[in-house]
């Protein structure tokens, strides 16, 4: 990879390669764009396979959470932090570090909790910076809030591709029942949804059936199924060309960060397959939106305003991606670039007049 060029042209502001060696910590915090507001993006540890893969997870991680804030009309910027190692060695001393890193950017960047990480770890990564959310889960964490945008976001889908308010009898394949999915599939079975579930872990499989009355299905067999709708809650990557060559559903909204294995391919590649793609960070953004409140003071009349507006934004977007016939990914992304693009014009004129 070609660091400055992909950074250009992915338009971060910066990048910031954390080392030490007491305690022996890499990590990478990845500040995409700040005309918003401070960066806020969650930290996730994963030991990746080599350093251009955590960058890249960072880099467009970070890029995702700008369009996330603009698409949800929330004023902050995008940022992620990835820390390389495994989470079987974690200490105290590595969080503490990481801690200090975060702090020493004086909340240009503000983080939380994401991939492998608990709340006791940001905790401990708050004896070092206040600039932290989430570490008092306040408003009872961000999943369930994060399900119920990915339930307005299917229910927009829903009237915009098959002209229905009702999800009644309608079929849903939910992959991965963790936090959110499992929380996904409560909704959807309270609104009448029949579910096909998949986890890697039969015991949650095996849960949602009885609680839910749901069919579980092998995780490779999720993608081909004859649904109406995928909601993918579990890994990113999996709208590929081997997945999406099976693929049978009108529909695809999920939780899940980063769901385009090839954002330019596989996004054209639902295009001409007719199937209708609610963005990754346009639906999943309930997470932000709550963290974002317990910042500024969690009222829960506020969040669940915003939360709404998941819904209205998404419509936007399909009809913006059907009137210029392009797809919904390209259409997300001129709506948060264009919110950008004003928010640094105000802050221009801003500027002159208080020169
Ligand atoms: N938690 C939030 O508020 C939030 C916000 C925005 C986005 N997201 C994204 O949504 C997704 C789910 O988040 P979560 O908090 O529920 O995570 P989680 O770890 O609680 O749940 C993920 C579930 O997916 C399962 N899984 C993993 N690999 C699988 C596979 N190959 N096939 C089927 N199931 C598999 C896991 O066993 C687990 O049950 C993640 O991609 C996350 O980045 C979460
Ligand atoms: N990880 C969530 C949002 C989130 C949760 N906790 C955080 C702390 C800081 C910043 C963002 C977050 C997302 O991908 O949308």
Do not use: W
Request: charged share 25%; proline share 3%; with cysteine.
């Amino acid at each position: 990879m070609n660091l400055f060029d992909t950074v250009q042209e992915m338009g971060h502001e910066q990048v910031l390669f954390c080392h030490g060696k007491d305690p022996d910590i890499k990590a990478i915090i990845a500040i995409h764009d700040t005309s918003l507001g401070p960066a806020m993006g969650a930290t996730r540890m994963l030991p990746y396979l080599n350093e251009e893969a955590a960058l890249k997870d960072a880099l467009r991680l970070s890029r995702g959470m700008t369009y996330k804030a603009a698409c949800a009309n929330i004023p902050v910027g995008g940022g992620k932090a990835v820390i390389i190692a495994d989470p079987a060695h974690k200490t105290e001393d590595l969080f503490r570090a990481y801690g200090r890193f975060v702090d020493r950017l004086q909340g240009r960047f503000i983080t939380g909790q994401d991939v492998n990480l608990t709340p006791e770890n940001v905790r401990t990564i708050s004896k070092e910076t206040n600039y932290v959310v989430g570490v008092e889960e306040k408003s009872g964490g961000p999943a369930p809030i994060t399900a119920q945008g990915v339930f307005l976001g299917i229910k927009a889908a829903v009237k915009f591709r098959l002209q229905s308010e009702s999800l009644e009898g309608l079929k849903v394949a939910v992959q991965g029942l963790g936090n959110v999915g499992r929380n996904v599939c409560q909704l959807l079975h309270e609104n009448g949804a029949e579910l096909f579930v998949t986890d890697i872990s039969q015991e949650k499989a095996e849960e949602v059936k009885r609680t839910f009355g749901a069919t579980v299905v092998a995780p490779d067999e999720i993608y081909s199924l004859d649904v109406d709708i995928f909601s993918p809650c579990a890994l990113g990557g999996i709208l590929n060309s081997q997945t999406l060559h099976s693929m049978k559903a009108a529909i695809i909204a999920g939780a899940a960060n980063n769901q385009l294995a090839q954002e330019e391919i596989h996004s054209q590649m639902l295009v001409e397959k007719g199937i209708l793609y609610s963005p990754d960070y346009v639906i999943n953004a309930g997470g932000l939106i709550n963290v974002y409140n317990e910042m500024i003071g969690y009222n829960e009349e506020k969040a669940f305003k915003q939360l709404h507006n998941i819904y209205d934004t998404l419509l936007e977007i399909f009809a913006r991606a059907k009137q210029q016939e392009i797809s919904t990914n390209e259409a997300a992304k001129q709506l948060a670039e264009e919110r950008i693009m004003n928010a640094r014009k105000i802050k221009n004129k801003e500027m002159i007049v208080s020169c």
